[in-house]
C-alpha cells in the first residue's frame, strides 16, 4: 500500500517553454501532498505544501507563479514550471500523505533538464 | 542552527557489520520521526517509523527513540553492500507544521564486501 506515482519520469524541454508534472496517490487518499527539488549532491528542498481543494502553501523563497501548483483532487497534484529556465533543471519529487498519518511516501521523481 | 542534524558522514562499514546512524533534533514538542533511504538517483523511501521512546526493530532494521535527549537512531545489522545509500532522519513537529517533515542533511553510508 501507499504508492505514490509521478509522470514523466524524465523530462527534456526548451528553455521558455512550461513543463507539467503529475503526482498521484495510487491506492489511498492524500489529503496533503509536498513537492520538493534535489540538486546533485544537495539534500532535499521542500518548495511548496497543497491541501486538496486549496491553494498551496509555497516555502520562502519560491516563487508562486513560476512554479503552479494545483490539487485538484484527493489522489492528483500536478506542478507546472513555467516559462522553464536552465537553472530549474532538478530532480523534482512528490510526496503524500494521509489524513491522520504523519508519514509522507514519496514518489518515484521527476527529472526535468532544460536545454 | 539546523533544526535537524545527522551524523556527519560519509560512513563505511565492512559487510556484516552494524551501521550505526544518528540524528538529533532541536524542537522538543517533535512527535514523530522518520528514516529514509535514498539511492543515488532515486526518491527517498521510508524504512521505518518511530513515535515512542525505546527500541522498534524490523527485520536488520532498528530505531531507537530518547525524547528527553532529543536524539534518534537507527542501526543496520549484518550490513550488506545493497545497503549503500543515503539515510534521511525526518522529524514531524505537529502543531501548525501542516504535516511538514524536516529532514537532516542525510548520512552517506557505503558497504564495502
Known amino acids: 500500500g501507499a504508492v505514490v506515482s509521478q509522470h514523466p519520469s524524465w523530462v527534456i524541454c526548451k528553455s521558455g517553454t512550461s513543463v507539467k508534472i503529475e503526482c498521484r496517490s495510487l491506492d489511498f487518499q492524500a489529503t496533503t501532498m509536498f513537492w520538493y527539488r534535489q540538486f546533485p549532491k544537495q539534500s532535499l528542498m521542500l518548495m511548496a505544501t497543497s491541501n486538496e481543494g486549496s491553494k498551496a502553501t509555497y516555502e520562502q523563497g519560491v516563487e508562486k507563479d513560476k512554479f503552479l501548483i494545483n490539487h485538484a483532487s484527493l489522489t492528483l497534484s500536478t506542478l507546472t514550471v513555467t516559462s522553464a529556465h536552465p537553472e530549474d533543471s532538478s530532480f523534482y519529487i512528490c510526496?503524500?500523505?494521509?489524513?491522520?498519518?504523519?508519514?509522507?511516501?514519496f514518489g518515484p521523481g521527476t527529472r526535468l533538464t532544460v536545454l | 542552527q539546523k533544526e535537524v542534524e545527522q551524523n556527519s558522514g560519509p560512513l563505511s562499514v565492512p559487510e556484516g557489520a552494524i551501521a550505526s546512524l544518528n540524528c538529533t533534533y532541536s524542537?522538543?514538542?517533535?512527535?514523530?520521526f522518520f528514516w529514509y533511504r535514498q539511492y543515488s538517483g532515486k526518491s527517498p523511501e521510508l524504512i521505518m517509523s518511530i513515535y515512542s521512546n525505546g527500541d522498534k526493530e524490523d527485520g536488520r532494521f532498528t530505531a531507537q527513540l530518547n525524547k528527553a535527549s532529543q536524539y534518534v537512531s537507527l542501526l543496520i545489522r549484518d550490513s550488506q553492500p545493497s545497503d549503500s545509500a543515503t539515510y534521511l532522519c525526518?522529524?514531524?513537529?505537529?502543531?501548525?507544521?501542516?504535516?511538514?517533515?524536516?529532514f537532516g542533511q542525510g548520512t552517506i553510508l557505503t558497504v564495502h564486501p
Open positions: 525526518a522529524v514531524y513537529a505537529g502543531g501548525t507544521s501542516y504535516g511538514k517533515l524536516t
Open positions: 510526496s503524500a500523505r494521509l489524513a491522520g498519518d504523519d508519514t509522507q511516501y
Open positions: 524542537d522538543r514538542v517533535s512527535q514523530s
